[in-house]
């Protein structure tokens, strides 16, 4: 891998084991490296633990939704002054459903299903 190709530590917020299957695949395959929490509790409890350099936000999961777990996460931030980039991740797409990712302070939108390429745009858009 070349210098100017970033390998990056992803946080995977996602409880659909084929929906993880198929994630941590296309990560893997774009060269990066990928932790998975199965919902959001979990995940905010490794964000607190880890290091990462951009969080895949599944929106529905068990526990603790992706809105809340965003809304943790940013609330951790903003004490710490840093900023990770999260991308949600969900089959709703309806224009409410962007504003209250955005809301909360997420930075962008994936609607499932997705591909690879469409995985690989947006990580360039914060890590070209």
Request: with cysteine; net charge negative; hydrophobic share 40%.
């Amino acid at each position: 891998m070349d210098d100017s190709k970033k390998n990056i530590h992803i946080l995977l917020f996602e409880d659909n084991e084929l929906n993880q299957k198929f994630a941590i695949a296309v990560i893997n395959r774009l060269g990066h490296t990928v932790d998975l929490a199965e919902n959001g509790l979990i995940g905010v409890e490794k964000y607190k633990k880890g290091s990462y350099d951009l969080i895949l936000m599944d929106i529905q999961m068990p526990e603790m939704n992706g809105i809340e777990a965003a809304k943790a996460i940013r609330e951790i931030e903003n004490k710490e002054g840093k900023h990770t980039p999260i991308i949600a991740v969900t089959a709703f797409a309806l224009d409410q459903d962007r504003r209250n990712c955005y809301e909360v302070g997420m930075d962008d939108f994936l609607t499932k299903p997705y591909k690879l390429n469409d995985l690989a745009e947006k990580i360039k858009r914060f890590y070209p």
